[in-house]
């Protein structure tokens, strides 16, 4: 059915206007396509085009089903269109313009929906996981970014396939071709966002993924303050680190790909760094991509300056922490100088310190309740206040430690002395320096303390004539050379290897009491956290990309996709549930979407999609989000048997939670 309009005079407005008639084609006996008039509807002004083919649409296929609300319609928040639904179904079958079977028509005493069927007919088809899609979609819901993508302009289909990509990253993170093929033979994600799941390709995942990226900064922006108010977050601490990321190909011609120190000991390949500033409870301030070379502390003055702009106003005076790499003077300086204070473990060795003498030791407990003691000291060689942090836990494992690095150290040692001994050993001077310097750089936090003799001879000279192929009249001389005869080591003298175990320093710029500062860098576990996160949970290493725009944009996305997975475990966290994403994931898969199709006693088929029902975990985790259990409760139809070839719902509208 459709509208169909005439031009006319209205006598209401006594002026020419449009006269809308409900019309519905058919095919004659002879085979030609005809049209009845269903209903006349008059002049219907005040309704626009789209509420207009949203009303045919849900007549047709209210009409086509020959049933009154017993399957899940499109929905519209447009409290007028479901009015003149209502209105003109009952006029439909008031003045019997369709043919509404006797059965459809009289409902059961108790508002039930019966139907007698063949039970060796019912067969379950289609079945999708739709939970862990569900959570995240109604938490892309929370975040705004739904209607921020629709705010610049981008059209429907567009940020239906952005919130499909940035879901599918989330719950399935995986290449673009097997994130498509999931798409399509896994996951119900298409159901929910709407989005014609026919369309998806790998091409137009890759398509999204760089346009997201370009409302990269504005997107963070707008999340960074909307988790700010929808948390209460004051953003009076903020953590500062970096992380870099190996790339699994040659990456020739990438100006962001470059060979750096790797965290994960990949030194064999390129690097791409992570610069992040999220505050205590993990929720991201500012990001930026860097090259894989770049120095730590160079890394501070290009994104600090963004940082005012993505915190709250109550941030002027933050306090920032950071690790010892990017605690520059020059750093420190600087930051000082933008109104912040910060936090940091000094880079200096702090050999000449006193213990203030009014300021007492305090002994706290750290999340194992093992004892650590803290107390002030200054030094004169700095202004700013440092804080001794003594641990006798992490004083037993160092020791541990110090002693197995030692033993290596000396066995090493060991070798490179018995290869002097042997026939065929390695004696010359300068290759038996060459092993101890790598024996010196592996074990660097033990070489440091050790003496080491190396006593040499001078081999009697050798004359001996040497003829080349290619110039058989070249001689060469072989002159002297040193032999290496014996080696030596000792600890030198005065030296306790393990004088400094367990203690270690942090310098500050504000003065406040021990404890306090002592959590606040304390806090600095939560961007390890992070970045765990990311490189684990979310799949962000290594990277294959092969381009550098495609870098940033598979970045950009895993950064998106870990704003929904921190949205949902900060307020879990707080509910006692410290579960790791993956886990949090494998619970709500349990929650599928079914196809269940049978044969009732009118040789029909009824089909109808449902959501099985929340396990206790599961529901646990929605009430604590406050979010919906089900998308849907129940899409059912009804078709003759011999129209049923292809039982599925491929063409589902979106399922909005409202």
């Known amino acids: 059915m459709y509208f169909k309009s005439s031009g006319r005079h209205n006598p209401k407005t006594n002026a020419h206007g449009w006269y809308y008639r409900l019309v519905e084609s058919y095919r004659n006996s002879d085979g030609r396509v005809c049209h009845r008039t269903m209903l006349n509807l008059g002049f219907l002004e005040g309704l626009t085009p789209e509420q207009m083919n949203l009303i045919q649409k849900i007549l047709t296929k209210r009409v086509e089903s020959l049933k009154d609300l017993l399957f899940e319609l499109p929905q519209s928040d447009d409290s007028m269109v479901n009015q003149l639904v209502a209105e003109y179904y009952n006029r439909l079958v008031s003045e019997k313009r369709i043919d509404v079977p006797q059965t459809l028509t009289k409902k059961s005493k108790s508002g039930k929906d019966w139907e007698t069927i063949d039970l060796n007919s019912i067969k379950n088809k289609d079945i999708r996981e739709i939970g862990s899609e569900w959570m ?265 430690m110090n002693a197995q690095f030692q033993e290596r150290f000396v066995q090493g040692m060991e070798i490179i002395s018995d290869s002097l001994t042997k026939t065929r050993g390695i004696k010359q001077a300068d290759k038996v320096y060459e092993r101890i310097g790598r024996l010196k750089q592996k074990y660097s936090s033990i070489g440091r303390y050790y003496d080491i003799e190396v006593e040499l001879v001078t081999k009697p000279t050798i004359k001996k004539q040497v003829i080349f192929k290619k110039k058989p009249n070249k001689k060469e001389n072989i002159l002297e050379n040193q032999i290496a005869t014996s080696i030596k080591w000792s600890v030198k003298e005065d030296v306790d290897i393990n004088a400094r175990s367990g203690i270690y320093f942090l310098q500050t710029s504000i003065d406040d009491q021990e404890e306090l500062l002592w959590q606040a860098y304390n806090t600095i576990r939560e961007i390890e956290a992070t970045f765990r996160v990311l490189k684990t949970d979310l799949d962000l290493r290594p990277i294959y990309h092969k381009n550098d725009d495609s870098t940033m944009a598979h970045l950009n996305l895993g950064l998106l996709a870990y704003w929904l997975v921190n949205t949902i475990r900060h307020q879990l966290k707080k509910e006692g549930i410290n579960s790791q994403w993956i886990e949090i994931v494998r619970i709500m898969n349990t929650q599928k979407a079914v196809t269940t199709i049978a044969q009732n006693k009118h040789d029909e088929v009824i089909q109808i999609r449902k959501c099985s029902e929340p396990n206790e975990k599961v529901k646990q985790i929605y009430q604590i989000l406050k979010y919906k259990p089900e998308p849907y409760k129940k899409k059912k139809d009804v078709v003759h048997k011999m129209d049923l070839k292809n039982p599925y719902f491929t063409d589902l509208q979106i399922i909005r939670s409202d």
């Open 136 to 400: 995240c979609l109604q938490t892309i819901r929370q975040l705004g970014i739904d209607t921020f993508l629709e705010s610049k302009d981008w059209s429907q289909e567009q940020v239906q396939l952005a919130i499909t990509q940035i879901i599918s990253r989330t719950v399935y993170p995986a290449s673009e071709l097997k994130t498509s093929s999931w798409i399509k033979e896994n996951s119900a994600v298409c159901e929910l966002t709407g989005y014609n799941i026919n369309k998806i390709t790998k091409d137009k995942l890759y398509g999204i993924t760089n346009k997201l990226y370009q409302v990269k900064q504005e997107l963070e922006q707008h999340l960074s303050l909307k988790t700010n108010e929808l948390f209460d977050i004051q953003d009076k601490i903020i953590l500062y680190d970096l992380t870099n990321m190996y790339f699994e190909g040659q990456m020739l011609g990438s100006k962001l790909a470059k060979f750096g120190r790797s965290k994960e000991k990949r030194s064999d390949c390129k690097l791409v760094v992570l610069a992040l500033v999220i505050n205590v409870d993990g929720f991201i301030k500012c990001s930026d991509i860097l090259q894989g070379n770049i120095s730590e502390p160079a890394t501070l003055g290009k994104i600090i300056d963004k940082l005012r702009e993505r915190t709250s106003h109550c941030a002027k005076k933050a306090t920032v922490v950071m690790d010892a790499g990017i605690a520059s003077d020059e750093n420190k300086l600087m930051i000082k100088e933008k109104g912040y204070e910060y936090i940091c473990v000094t880079r200096s060795r702090m050999q000449d310190y006193m213990v203030m003498a009014d300021a007492p030791v305090v002994t706290v407990l750290d999340n194992k309740k093992q004892k650590i003691e803290l107390s002030k000291v200054k030094s004169e060689k700095h202004v700013d206040y440092f804080l001794k942090i003594e641990s006798h836990a992490k004083e037993l494992k160092e020791r541990s």
